[in-house]
């Protein structure tokens, strides 16, 4: 494990929900990807959010729905911010995961 972190400059990670993986750039800057699972209230409205302290907007971040209810409509990414993402959950799913990658202060 120790030698695979090092060829891919791993700096840190859990593989908890939510869980992340960063790397390494240079000595204070890295990417980060976050992934995780949380309950979609199914409104559509944009409440449903993850909170994490990216150093800034993360890059890109892409979720879909999972469990019971209606996955055809898909999940929508409606902001991206420092603080995390928010996305509208489909009508009547139970959870939605999700993954985000950006820039990370080591």
């Known amino acids: 494990d120790a030698a695979v972190a090092a060829i891919f400059a791993v700096a840190d990670s ?4 939510p869980g992340y993986l960063e790397f390494a ?5 890295g990417i980060i990807v976050n992934w995780g699972q949380d309950t ?4 559509g409205d944009g409440s449903d959010t993850f909170a994490h302290a990216y150093s800034s907007t993360p890059w890109v971040a892409v979720a879909t729905s999972h469990g019971s209810g209606s996955i ?3 999940t929508q990414i409606t902001a991206l911010s420092t603080t995390g993402l928010s996305y509208n959950g ?4 139970t959870t939605c ?9 080591l």
């Open 14 to 17: 859990t593989a908890a929900t």
């Open 25 to 29: 750039i240079d000595a204070t800057n």
């Open 40 to 43: 979609v209230d199914g409104s």
């Open 72 to 74: 055809a409509a898909g």
């Open 90 to 93: 489909p009508g009547g799913a």
């Open 97 to 105: 995961r999700w993954i985000a990658i950006g820039p990370s202060t």
